[in-house]
């Protein structure tokens, strides 16, 4: 039996997780995005996602608890603690579902998943597909569970519809090249916009990424919080004058070994962290920016990452391989000029841990939210968790609110169209 309710969402891992869940739910549900399906920062993330699946083989050392610990600690003491506990531990539920729907991931020589360490992962524990191109895969396998649904392409949503008691019941939307105006109506509006990282100058996202979902909520008279914590990836590939997107070297590729150095070979990380070249991203970031202030070797834009150590890197980075060799860089006989560029959205939309805002008939799920998980500093590879956890939730909040007869059908107050 389907609920007579539109529905709303966009088109990440966040997004196409909570449509496919509210399609399981009865729930009438429309995609709508700004682009194409798979434009978004998700089809983009490489590393992996980080997950304790003990039945995959996971690393004795390794448990929910050490999970839960690296997630508080990368934080710098402002996750909340209790939404780090439940959107970690509902981790392994959310891949094994994206498993058995298809995913494929890569193996190790025993058949078991394969696991790296990032910066700020005290074990090995993020999973990884296509070497260095997991975003892609858990892009392409939501698409296929996705597919058939209603989607809207290139509508760009820019403000939320709202009733006179100020409950959300649809978006306005610029639709097409010529940006026509128009309305779309629901019972419940799902923000599942991304991130923000082409308000900087350079960024390792692609252009979607421009804060939108976060400014609807704003007027529509949601709270935001953390909005000052922008993660700076430590490491994007170094080329003179970029601006906007540039391509990322994943935290991986320390994770097998590469060091940062810089012009004149001094190791940028010893003596500044424990975890050295894996410490958290916030300190690595901000020890690179040290360096290059103080130039030592004369270099003061950019710094290296020495991965010439590493056998075979073209087959087990691929994306950042062809990068570099677009680039004119063999990291095999190269060390790679890298430097920091704004990267993740730690802050957002307050939400519970079920996706729910304090605007009635207002979700958010995925990087445009604030659950609390990240606090100062996201652990690397936390986001597509998140966003298979809260996704699936904020769906199932959604349903709940329906049923509860929480989401009154309401007129919008008259607005421009
Ligand atoms: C290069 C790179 C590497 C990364 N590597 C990793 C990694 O290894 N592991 C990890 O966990 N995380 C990684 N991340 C972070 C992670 O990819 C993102 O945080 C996550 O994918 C965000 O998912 P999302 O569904 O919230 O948003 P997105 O995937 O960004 O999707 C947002 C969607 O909203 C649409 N949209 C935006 N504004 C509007 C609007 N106004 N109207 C309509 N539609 C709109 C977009 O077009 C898009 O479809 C990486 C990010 C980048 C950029």
Known sequence: MRTPTWWWSAAGVAGLTAAVRAVELGLRTLVVTKGRLPDGNTRWAQGGVAVVLPDEGASGDDSLDAHVADTLAAGGGLCDAAAVRSIVGAGP??????????????????????????????AFRVIRAGGDATGAEVQRCLEVAAEGLPVLEHHVAVDALTTASGQVCGVRVLAGPDATPGVVRARAVVLATGGLGQLYRSTSNPEQATGDGLALALRAGASAADLEFVQFHPTVLYTPRAKGRCPLVTEAVRGEGAVLVDAAGRRVMQGVHPLG????????????????????????????????????????????????????????????????AAHFACGGVVTDTHGRTDVLGLYAAGEVARTGLHGANRLASNSLLEGLVMGRRAAEAVAADLGAGRLPRGEARPGPV
């Open 93 to 122: 539920d959310a891949v094994n579902r994206l498993l058995r729907g298809g995913a494929r991931f890569d193996s190790d020589a025993s058949g078991r998943l394969a696991r790296t360490r990032e910066g700020g992962h005290s």
């Open 277 to 340: 070249d894996l410490a958290p991203r916030d300190v690595v970031s901000a020890a690179i920016t040290h360096r290059l202030a103080s130039a030592p070797g004369g270099v003061d834009d950019h710094v290296y990452l020495d991965a010439t150590g590493i056998a075979g890197f073209a087959a087990r980075f691929p994306t950042v391989a062809a990068a570099c060799a677009a680039a004119g860089i063999d990291p095999e006989r190269d060390p790679i000029p890298v430097v920091p």
